[in-house]
């Protein structure tokens, strides 16, 4: 939590339960749709470009299902793998092509990618959404009224997504665990900035997974 919660009290108050319940867990994955686009070549000349939270992309670009591990320690990221699968084909007159899974890896000696097959990493520039020592989750914003379902709590909230768009996030929250089960972000844009929607599901390992070790591609 970057900044003090304001709003609804008991949203605050359950917000705050959440984030104790991520200062004990030691690992989650993360299921999320529409997030990220990208495109992908292995090979000799090969190369990956990935944008995220931005909800527009070029028309050879496709959007990918993330399937990503965190590893925490008392609420601070370890690190993070995100494995990327392109939801379609590209196609191009009467060509098409699927780009490759791509695997992303954040740790706190820097950030890699790797396509799927390959056993080396090369090193990725530009920005990631998850740092090392960042927190295990982030609530923020203002909170709103919260919603109640057997065995669940909808958290909802309201915050600045970037200088264009506003967000509005609900989490499922679990009554037995406090713990986050899934969740949609909103995310309102003005102007010529898209509007879109992703949605992301949680689950909790009951043991902490082995930390990838990283060995560079040669070239």
């Known amino acids: 939590m970057s900044a003090?919660?304001?709003?609804?009290?008991?949203?605050?108050?359950i917000?705050?339960?959440?984030?104790?319940?991520?200062?004990?867990?030691?690992?989650?994955?993360?299921?999320?749709?529409?997030?990220?686009?990208?495109?992908a070549?292995?090979?000799?000349?090969?190369?990956f470009d990935w944008s995220?939270?931005?909800?527009?992309?070029?028309?050879?670009?496709?959007?990918?299902?993330?399937?990503?591990?965190?590893?925490?320690?008392?609420?601070?990221?370890?690190?993070?793998?995100?494995?990327l699968t392109p939801d379609y084909r590209i196609c191009s007159g009467r060509s098409c092509v699927r780009y490759p899974d791509v695997q992303v890896l954040v740790d706190r000696h820097g950030q890699y990618f790797r396509f799927a097959g390959t056993r080396c990493y090369y090193r990725l520039t530009?920005?990631?959404p998850l740092h090392a020592g960042d927190p295990a989750y982030r609530i923020q914003g203002f909170m709103l009224d919260p919603g109640h379902r057997p065995g669940e709590v909808l958290l909802n909230y309201d915050y600045q997504w970037d200088a264009h768009r506003r967000a509005g996030e609900t989490d499922v929250i679990s009554d037995a665990t406090g713990l986050v089960q899934s969740g949609q972000v909103d995310l309102l844009g003005y102007g010529t900035v898209p509007s879109f929607i992703f949605s992301f599901a949680l689950r909790y390992p009951h043991?902490?997974?082995?930390?990838?070790?990283?060995?560079?591609c040669s070239s």
Not at 41 to 47: D, L, P, Y
Not at 54 to 72: K, M, N, R
Not at 208 to 214: E, G, N, S
Request: glycine share 10%.
């Open 52 to 83: 995220w939270g931005a909800g527009l992309a070029p028309s050879s670009w496709a959007s990918a299902t993330e399937h990503e591990v965190v590893a925490t320690h008392r609420g601070k990221i370890v690190w993070m793998r995100d494995n």
């Open 15 to 39: 917000a705050r339960t959440v984030l104790r319940a991520f200062g004990k867990v030691t690992s989650y994955t993360v299921t999320e749709h529409r997030f990220v686009f990208m495109r």
């Open 4 to 13: 003090p919660l304001t709003g609804d009290q008991n949203g605050i108050s």
């Open 126 to 128: 530009g920005t990631v």
């Open 207 to 216: 043991a902490a997974p082995v930390a990838p070790r990283v060995r560079l």
């Open 41 to 47: 070549r292995a090979g000799r000349h090969g190369f």
